[in-house]
């Protein structure tokens, strides 16, 4: 059997495993129009993750995805509110929108489900919150996390408290800002609160102190596994230029 009839036999097997399976219909394009690469892409994107299961294939197959087909994820997310239309499906897509930079189509997305018994849903607030910061509208972000914070005590996010410090410090607020970066920085899953709680020490004239936040955050690093300090390198990378 030669080879273009071996290729084409594989083009026909995944175009009608597309149709089967009720996959996207670019992938017919994208699969007859570039033999090897729209095969070979869809093998990785659709098929593998089903057949591995694992993480690392998943991952592979989202970020070839991304590339093959970019809007597929916010896609599914519209798709998810026009069919469940409940909380979750809305918070996914103003995350899709948010990653996207679309802040304005992610805030209307979130203040469309705040209502009725979802009328102070934690998840909508923060991801509204979000999405305002990013916008420079630091008064609705506040607005929202400390709604979030009075209706929903026991939500307990690292990342929206870190983001009410920003909101403050970007704000203006900064004597409230830096009691909110003490009191997560010791709580936070990472570098970056503690970095930016030394930030603004050093912003208010208190160099002493900012410079021994930074000095305790890379030695917590340097005895930290070599998989935090990767995850980290950025915040890191900052702290010590903060104290050259």
Same mark, same amino acid.
């Given at each position: 059997?030669?080879?273009?009839?071996?290729?084409?036999?594989?083009?026909?097997?995944?175009?009608?495993?597309? $149709?089967?399976t009720g996959r996207n219909t670019l992938w017919i394009l994208a699969i007859g129009l570039l033999p090897f690469a729209g095969s070979l892409a869809y093998l990785v994107v659709e098929i593998l993750p089903d057949l591995a299961g694992?993480?690392?294939?998943?991952?592979?197959?989202?970020?070839?995805?991304?590339?093959?087909?970019?809007?597929?994820?916010?896609?599914?997310?519209?798709?998810?509110?026009?069919?469940?239309g409940n909380v979750d499906a809305r918070r996914r897509l103003a995350e899709e929108l948010t990653r996207r930079g679309r802040y304005q189509e992610a805030i209307e997305v979130c203040r469309g489900g705040l209502v009725g018994v979802?009328?102070?849903?934690?998840?909508?607030?923060?991801?509204?919150?979000?999405?305002?910061?990013?916008?420079?509208?630091?008064?609705?972000?506040?607005?929202?996390?400390?709604?979030?914070?009075?209706?929903?005590?026991?939500?307990?996010?690292?990342?929206?408290? $870190?983001?009410?410090?920003?909101?403050?410090?970007?704000?203006?607020? $900064?004597?409230?800002?830096?009691?909110?970066?003490?009191?997560?920085?010791?709580?936070?899953?990472?570098?970056?609160?503690?970095?930016?709680?030394?930030?603004?020490?050093?912003?208010?004239?208190?160099?002493?102190?900012?410079?021994?936040?930074?000095?305790?955050?890379?030695?917590?690093?340097?005895?930290?596994?070599?998989?935090?300090?990767?995850?980290?390198?950025?915040?890191?990378?900052?702290?010590?230029?903060?104290?050259?």
């Amino acid at each position: 059997m030669s080879l273009i009839v071996l290729s084409l036999l594989i083009q026909v097997a995944l175009i009608v495993h597309v $149709l089967r399976t009720g996959r996207n219909t670019l992938w017919i394009l994208a699969i007859g129009l570039l033999p090897f690469a729209g095969s070979l892409a869809y093998l990785v994107v659709e098929i593998l993750p089903d057949l591995a299961g694992g993480r690392t294939a998943r991952r592979a197959g989202r970020g070839l995805g991304r590339w093959v087909d970019p809007d597929r994820s916010l896609r599914k997310a519209r798709t998810e509110v026009e069919v469940a239309g409940n909380v979750d499906a809305r918070r996914r897509l103003a995350e899709e929108l948010t990653r996207r930079g679309r802040y304005q189509e992610a805030i209307e997305v979130c203040r469309g489900g705040l209502v009725g018994v979802f009328e102070h849903d934690p998840t909508l607030l923060h991801e509204l919150a979000r999405a305002s910061f990013a916008i420079g509208d630091y008064a609705g972000a506040r607005t929202s996390l400390e709604r979030l914070e009075r209706h929903n005590p026991e939500f307990g996010s690292a990342d929206a408290r $870190l983001l009410y410090a920003r909101t403050l410090e970007a704000g203006g607020a $900064l004597d409230e800002a830096l009691r909110e970066y003490a009191k997560v920085a010791p709580v936070f899953p990472g570098a970056e609160a503690r970095l930016r709680y030394g930030q603004l020490l050093k912003r208010l004239g208190r160099t002493e102190e900012a410079a021994r936040e930074f000095r305790e955050l890379l030695e917590a690093a340097r005895i930290s596994p070599a998989h935090y300090r990767r995850a980290q390198a950025e915040w890191l990378g900052i702290a010590r230029r903060e104290l050259g």
